[in-house]
């Protein structure tokens, strides 16, 4: 049974589904913000055999099912807002599977995936572990598993959090602390976990964000390890299941 919180964001996310056309929109990102997530993905992301069978789990419009299709992939997107599926649909081709679901409750068998994805998801849920054992359960040893959340000690957020507790308020959103989410995922079968930080700035400041993203400025924030992370919105974690050897 979903918590008030989860409840709460299930509905705005149907409510985004009917009521906006933008993939951007219907995700809850400004144009910015998702197109930098998107260039994030798609410069660390290394793909698969063609033909592997990959899940997008809480696809929204299918920004990112797309990608994967795209790179010679078979895929499924699955996402729990309906109107959302029917217009990641009609805009995708037709060799994209969509289904809704919830995605502690994936409707494939344990295994049965080559990878899977889960972006802009955990933010709305009341805790992360049973969306990440779900995720790990669902790919094969030695397949992918790729998550991403927002930072929780990303600087901007910290004084939000403390402004908040100072008017007896909680964030609207949860955000995580990159090594918790990673030691859940090796907790749950996870090797090879990488944890990349992704500095997105806020609309007022997007003429920037070329800046930020820059070869240089990603090597330093990444090269910082921990010391990087209030410099960084969002974390980027890749892992490999069990079974097969980490990849260098």
């Known amino acids: ?54 899940v997008d789990a809480g696809c929204g419009a299918g920004s990112y099912t797309r990608h994967l299709a795209a790179a010679g992939l078979r ?7 309906l109107p959302s599926v029917q217009k990641a649909r009609e805009r995708s081709a037709r060799e994209i599977v969509w289904a809704v679901s ?21 933010q709305a849920l009341d805790e992360p572990e049973a969306a990440i054992a779900e995720l790990m359960a669902t790919v094969r040893p030695g397949g992918q598993v790729w998550i991403d959340a927002l930072n929780a000690v990303c600087l901007p957020t910290l004084a939000r959090g403390a402004l908040a507790r100072l008017k007896g308020r909680q964030l609207a959103l949860r955000y ?3 090594a918790h989410l990673a030691e859940l995922m090796r907790r ?22 070329p800046l930020v993203e820059s070869r240089a400025c990603r090597g330093l924030l990444n090269a910082l390890g921990p010391l990087g992370s ?5 974390v980027l974690i890749s892992a490999r299941r069990t079974g097969a050897p980490a990849q260098s």
């Open 75 to 81: 895929v499924i997107g699955l996402d729990y807002s």
């Open 1 to 54: 049974m979903r918590s008030g919180f989860e409840e709460n964001w299930r509905r705005r996310f149907i409510e985004r589904g009917s009521r906006f056309d933008d993939d951007a929109a219907i995700a809850g990102w400004t144009d910015a913000g998702l197109a930098a997530r998107m260039r994030n993905f798609q410069r660390t992301w290394r793909g698969d055999a063609p033909g592997a069978l990959w």
């Open 176 to 178: 995580h602390r990159a």
């Open 230 to 234: 209030p410099f960084a919105h969002a």
């Open 102 to 122: 919830d995605v502690r409750r994936l409707p494939l068998r344990p295994g049965s995936a080559d990878g899977v994805m889960c972006f802009g998801v955990l």
């Open 188 to 209: 749950h079968g996870a090797v090879d976990v990488r944890i990349r930080r992704v500095p997105i700035l806020p609309p007022a400041l997007a003429r920037l964000q």
